[in-house]
């Protein structure tokens, strides 16, 4: 039938990202401006809308703002204006990049979009308060949004603040506990833990713009249910490329993971194969920390237990489980298909 | 007139202290409990209940609890229940763990209550990763409070935690400022810094309690106001114990702020004196920073300049402040009189 919607050509994610970021850019600009100068000036250089000098650089580092996007989609989603998602779109992303900056003094990565990391370039202490200074603000400005539900927004932002906090902590300490053995990380603890760290904020976006778009309950639990398992994707996707990623497109030094012996989806499905790459694997893993001829080492027994096509599979698996997810839920078409769009292209990455 | 209130005898502050931390206590330890293991872990170390090993210090090293009581005492004040005011009582406490944690990181600071700080003990990205764990709880917590005045009360804390990572933000900058000259912290910037780390919470807690007690906003706000001036009467004070406080009662080494180079009310007062102390004063912080001996000639010069006699006046002035800002507001008078013990209390370390 000519003239109805699917008709029109879709656009593609990178077009749903810039609408997203262009519509919620001005509140951004406004909440990073209410910041103390200095703070400020850390947090403009961390979303990479200028240097250390404090000079403006024009969408050069600036992140894709798959958050904020997420939040707009969510309100158009449940028949919304879009405006009244903008106050979680700039929650969310504040909060992303509050946690980007403390994860980088934690996880010690001098690296964050081919830039030095904040710690880097302003000193660890100056990240840390650039980090609770952008938290506060994210806070603050959700719960000072008009209308009746900034309460319920606020509640929301807060349990994905502590099932991100909770996620971290989980990584951190899974550095500390061996590869092999009763003491080794499982499936499920794998799950939980990146579930923590990348899709509760996912979901919390996506059900923020539902909450702030008036939505009923069952819609807003069916977004963030779909926006952690596109967490759980992405965070397979990042655990590939923190592997095989080109450090020209990831801004990472190369096998950063496994210089850091971090658990990661790719190695701990490779060990559980059983195989004899496995096994090779696994003594590798328990004498060292691998130097950079036993990192390619490692990276190709990975590959070869089968840690990587494991890895691709969870990719794939949480993907459908979150197009589904939206699939059978109710919402506007032109957001649906926009969604369908970005998850997809999300994933891309790496399929 | 025997039988009247005035007759009994008033509580003293530890007294006062001890009531409401008890009042308290189940719903800070069920805060904490909530927290992932290993941050919990962190913030029982960091609020004095239990050492390194997880093993229980029962009082050891615990905190008076200054702002939990002022948020309980803010509720009674206006005629509340002061079960209402403990959400905020535990949403208080658990920022001002979050802000010692992070301020150590920042500050370098390895002393906390004569013990290791948390970054000392566990290392700094754990302690960054305790401190955001206690702020979301915190946030969380209040956010979840029952009632009507939810909203109202993390849009509070809210505020009040914008200052106090401004505040903060002003002492480190202050840290790279000259002692003289154009570039000089002046008496106004240093009280605005001294009011957004010190002032900001402790307003906010007397602000709390009488919010979820249901105050009228003049109510609220003098008592936030009240709360303010404690907090520059307990800056005041505290910059005199960091020059000569016992390092046994304070905890921290000797001249530690002088070593620092922190830009504190004594020495910023002795300056602006102008007398001839002044200027050797003056001459001595700009050529480095004091090795022992010389800390100790700048301690006797600030003194000799008039800059502890000065501070002591400002402590006077706020605690004056804080008092009459209590008289000049309708209270019930058992918690006003138990106010101003606590007032009083707080401002005699050094009077």
Same sequence: chains 1, 2.
């Avoid at 904020?68 to 405006?83: I, K, R, S």
């Amino acid at each position: 039938m000519p003239g109805t919607v699917e008709d029109v050509d879709a656009p593609s994610a990178s077009d749903v990202l810039r609408r997203c970021r262009e519509l919620v850019r001005p509140a951004l600009v406004d909440a990073v401006g209410r910041l103390h100068p200095w703070t400020g000036e850390m947090a403009a250089y961390a979303l990479g809308w200028s240097d250390t000098a404090g000079t403006l650089e024009p969408g050069g580092s600036e992140g894709k703002g798959v958050r904020q996007a997420l939040a707009v989609l969510g309100a158009e989603a449940v028949g919304a204006d879009a405006a009244c998602a903008v106050p979680g779109a700039v929650a969310v992303e504040l909060v992303h990049t509050f946690s980007l900056l403390h994860d980088d003094v934690m996880d010690a990565d001098a690296l964050r979009r081919r830039r030095p990391a904040v710690w880097k370039a302003y000193g660890t202490g100056p990240a840390v308060l650039a980090g609770d200074a952008l938290l506060a603000r994210a806070v603050t400005g959700l719960a000072g949004t008009p209308g009746d539900h900034a309460a319920a927004a606020v509640r929301r932002l807060c349990d994905a603040l502590n099932d991100l906090v909770a996620g971290q902590a989980e990584d951190l300490r899974f550095e500390h506990r061996p590869w092999d053995g009763p003491g080794a990380v499982g499936p499920e603890e794998y799950r939980s833990m990146a579930e923590g760290k990348t899709g509760a904020l996912l979901g919390c976006a996506l059900a923020l713009g539902a909450v702030l778009g008036g939505a009923p309950e069952p819609t807003v639990a069916a977004l963030d249910r779909a926006g952690r398992h596109l967490g759980l994707a992405f965070q397979a996707v990042d655990d590939i490329l923190g592997i095989w990623g080109d450090p020209a497109t990831t801004g990472k030094p190369v096998h950063a993971d496994l210089h850091r012996g971090k658990k990661t989806h790719p190695v701990l499905a490779a060990l559980a194969g059983g195989s004899r790459a496995a096994r090779e694997l696994g003594t590798l893993l328990a004498s060292s920390r691998p130097t950079d001829a036993a990192a390619e080492r490692v990276a190709s027994l990975v590959e070869e237990a089968g840690g990587r096509a494991a890895t691709r599979g969870e990719a794939r698996r949480h993907l459908d489980a979150a197009r589904y997810a939206l699939r059978a839920t109710p919402l506007t078409r032109t957001a649906a298909r926009e969604l369908d769009v970005l998850f997809a292209g999300l994933a891309d990455r790496v399929m």
